[in-house]
């Protein structure tokens, strides 16, 4: 799906009061607006809904008269709004609402505004993250995925790309619950379809004939591919010049070779967790995110 | 703790004496045995002479509901138990739900250590009798997480569902995030032979099974009806493996709940440490003795001198002597190779005595010593094949 084409100009005759602050980011989907109200920052998120969608009150907020795209908006917004822990991220402050800008249908909503980097981003420049970062990295999309599962939601998009870490603190935090599954609700995606990005699928979440079948788990082997990347500043089934149909092959019969093999430093217990939850079938990754909480504290 | 008495009809005093003498430290009940009022009371019996030194379990057989025709003995006497109930007596969800209360509320006054849940017997991890289990078992989760005892979710399947791998991944998918305290299990045999567990792939995925269950994801694990093979099971993280005094007690089959076809008396056997196996003590434990070689099977427990201070033809070697012998062996085997310190290391142990076992049985052959395909070497070298193709897979 496109993007919106819509300035800055739009944002302030959309929302009087909202300063941008600066430039817009793409990101999957979505136009993200870092802005400020008063004393707020917020980051604030603008995606396309479908055309041929019913319109229908533009007030009417609610996923039975909206397109996909705004019923993962909603979604999303309730995810986080739902979610207390500090790893996930928190709604901004302009609440969910959608409007037609240039010709364009469109929906927008607002999360907290993150002073950091993503962890892709930090991967990319900084190289691997040392120990304590990986172990913090693990701790804080355990929390995560342990507060979502709380909830019956899985994530099933954890990658670098979505997770930040917060300046100062240095701790790590998930976004983009766009794509999260409830398994106690209706599936929004259509069948056959899969959804997230398929470097960091579980095996589980690539057989998509067994997707309802899905838990906590499989966000945990995506967990596994994150601190993969973050301890040995690669991927553990991808690498340049690979088709993305090698590595699904990979993820799905390849056990990859131990972090330990290419960071010497990294402790066993850190190593044996994290092949653990790349294990590919869910009954030997972590029975509860907690165990694997308990792991981490040990390293 | 290791062995459980694995309880059925003629318990004499036995279970108490082998709890005494530390060759038991546990036992499963059987109500198909026992009136409830007798049961009870032996209940309050045990957990007044030995308190907290034995742990009490109550298999409530459920799974006997769908049996047809049945020999349920004292099972219509208690409350919860329902004879003749076919599958459409398990698609309303509020009848699962009435069973499952029902065994639970059973169980509750009656000083139990761990509730057992109730099941249904199923012959393949796809079929639709695995689905009531799993029902059955969610709603156990249900009720049992306000419980004072721990609860243990009960599984009693067949033998051949562990051939199809992709199906048992997938039920260890389900039942491995169940926030309960463990699994009793029970594996029906298809082979009546003393033993015979025939195939090692069937083996070496019920090790699978159990060290996912036990070893991976902490469960404790309960194995009823396994007897030697518990050995193997013990060594990948079960807690506790039952065996009783006949051989239906030693491995399951739901023949143990239908009408009796006739038989012939058990003829008494001897259990060897050094075979790993329950032999025949005519003729084979005699003929061991005609050829001078009774000291490397004879297993040094405190009932041996019976046998081993003359012929074993005429020494007296009563069933109930027989069965304390046979528990104590086991029990000292089950330690031995659950204390090793890992897994790998317990496989390491057990492999040991397999192949000290297989060549001990060499050496018997060569003597000119003959076994009968029961009592013979046979299943050692199931057990070493699933044992090895395990130990590959786990990469242990």
């Known amino acids: 799906m496109a993007l919106p084409t819509l300035t800055e100009a739009h944002i302030r005759k959309l929302l009087p009061g909202v300063d941008v602050v600066g430039a817009p980011l793409a990101g999957g989907q979505k136009l993200v607006f870092p802005c400020r109200m008063a004393d707020s920052r917020f980051a604030l998120k603008v995606m396309l809904t479908n055309p041929a969608a019913p319109q229908s009150s533009p007030d009417d907020y609610s996923v039975e008269v909206f397109d996909e795209a705004t019923a993962r908006a909603a979604r999303e917004m309730s995810i986080i709004a739902e979610c207390v822990s500090p790893h996930i991220v928190k709604p901004g402050a302009i609440p969910p609402g959608r409007t037609e800008i240039n010709g364009e249908r469109v929906i927008y909503f607002s999360e907290e505004w993150i002073d950091g980097r993503d962890l892709r981003t930090i991967i990319r420049t900084d190289g691997p993250l040392p120990l304590a970062q990986i172990k913090s990295l693990g701790v804080g999309i355990a929390e995560a995925v342990k507060e979502l599962w709380s909830k019956k939601k899985i994530h099933r998009d954890i990658k670098p790309a979505n997770i930040m870490r917060r300046n100062g603190a240095s701790t790590f935090v998930l976004l983009d619950m766009g794509i999260a599954f409830d398994v106690e609700d209706v599936s929004i995606t259509a069948p056959g379809v899969i959804v997230g990005t398929m470097v960091y699928y579980s095996p589980e979440q690539i057989e998509f004939v067994r997707k309802r079948q899905m838990d906590f788990r499989s966000d945990l082997f995506s967990l596994g591919i994150v601190m993969y990347e973050a301890a040995a500043g690669r991927h553990p089934f991808w690498s340049a010049g690979m088709t993305s149909q090698q590595a699904v092959g990979n993820m799905l019969q390849v056990s990859p070779d131990p972090p330990v093999t290419h960071r010497t430093d990294i402790p066993q217990q850190m190593n044996a967790i994290i092949m653990r939850l790349l294990a590919k079938q869910p009954h030997l990754r972590y029975r509860t995110c907690d165990d694997l909480l308990a792991a981490l504290a040990s390293v | ?396």
Not at chain 2, 126 to 143: E, G, K, R
Not at chain 2, 314 to 338: G, K, Q, T
Request: charged share 20%.
């Open chain 2, 1 to 396: 703790m290791y062995t459980y008495a694995q309880h059925g009809y003629g318990k004499s005093d036995k279970i108490e004496t082998a709890i005494r003498q530390g060759s038991v430290s546990g036992v499963i009940l059987s109500p198909r045995d026992e009136q409830p009022e007798r049961l009870a009371q032996y209940i309050a019996t045990l957990r007044q002479e030995f308190a907290d030194q034995v742990t009490i379990l109550f298999d409530p057989q459920f799974y006997a509901t769908t049996v047809t025709p049945v020999r349920d003995g004292y099972l219509p006497d208690y409350p919860y138990y329902q004879p003749g109930l076919t599958r459409g007596r398990f698609i309303a969800p509020l009848d699962i739900q009435q069973y499952v209360s029902d065994v639970i509320d059973y169980q509750l006054p009656l000083g139990l250590d761990r509730i057992i849940s109730p099941t249904v017997f199923f012959s393949d991890f796809t079929d639709p009798w695995s689905q009531i289990a799993l029902s059955m078992a969610q709603q156990s989760t249900v009720l049992g997480a306000g419980l004072a005892q721990p609860l243990l979710l009960s599984l009693v399947f067949d033998e051949t569902a562990l051939r199809n791998r992709t199906a048992l991944n997938d039920f260890l998918d389900i039942i491995s995030v169940w926030d309960v305290e463990g699994f009793y299990l029970v594996i029906r045999r298809n082979d009546t032979t003393y033993q015979a567990f025939s195939d090692d792939l069937i083996l070496k995925n019920l090790m699978y099974l159990t060290y996912v269950l036990a070893e991976v994801n902490d469960f404790e694990i309960v194995l009823g009806y396994s007897d030697f093979v518990g050995l193997l099971l013990h060594a990948v993280g079960a807690e506790a493996t039952g065996t009783g005094w006949y051989n239906t007690l030693r491995q399951f089959s739901l023949a143990r709940f239908q009408p009796a076809t006739g038989g012939r008396p058990a003829r008494p056997r001897y259990t060897s440490d050094a075979l790993l196996n329950s032999i025949l003590v005519v003729p084979e434990l005699a003929a061991i003795y005609q050829r001078g070689r009774l000291p490397q099977v004879i297993a040094t427990t405190s009932y041996d001198g019976t046998l081993a201070n003359g012929n074993p033809a005429n020494a007296a070697w009563p069933p109930d002597v027989a069965c304390l012998h046979h528990w104590e062996v086991l029990s000292r085997l089950a330690a031995e190779v659950a204390t090793q310190g890992s897994v790998a290391a317990s496989l390491d142990r057990l492999q040991e005595r397999i192949q000290q076992a297989v060549a001990t049985y060499n050496l018997l052959l060569t003597a000119g010593i003959p076994f009968e395909v029961a009592t013979g070497q046979r299943e050692l070298d199931v057990w070493l094949r699933a044992i090895r193709s395990f130990r590959q897979e786990a990469g242990l």
